[in-house]
């Protein structure tokens, strides 16, 4: 038997490592996945100090993590609040506006990944407009000071 075809005695046993390697970040229910829902995942990096995408909703939920810096994160309804690196983040998507997502320093960038579940033939983020904030703004947490 040649060198590279190890014998049954020859082999090394199976590791155990994946029982322990799973460490739970989040878990969710989220209201609703889009009927014929198509999930897309994205990196987001965004330079110190930057604040981010716009006002906005997604047609499903999205699953976030954060890889370097920290967010300033606020969904419609929930106080604004830091995510940093190594943590979870997730929204429920549908017609709930994410206010914020920039970056809270400004002294390093912002990475983070998102998975998305989007609804079929519409675009993965809508940004909302001055009139629709002003009409939902009783919808908005207190915010810092």
Known sequence: MSDSDPTTTERKPRSTAWQTA?????????????AG????????????????TPPHRHTGPAFGYV??????FELEGEPERVVRAGEAF???GGDVI??????????V????TVTMMC?????????????????RRDRRAPRRS
């Open 22 to 34: 799973i460490t739970t970040l989040q878990e969710a229910e989220p209201p609703f996945i889009p």
């Open 37 to 52: 829902a198509h999930v897309m995942t994205i990196v987001v990096e965004f330079p110190p100090g930057d604040p981010g």
């Open 67 to 72: 890889l370097e810096g920290a967010m300033l």
């Open 90 to 92: 997730w929204e429920p």
């Open 98 to 107: 994410h206010y914020q997502d920039g970056n809270n320093r400004d002294d």
């Open 109 to 112: 960038p912002l990475r983070f």
């Open 119 to 135: 609804e079929p033939g519409k675009p993965m983020l809508t940004l909302v407009d001055e009139e629709e904030l002003a009409q």
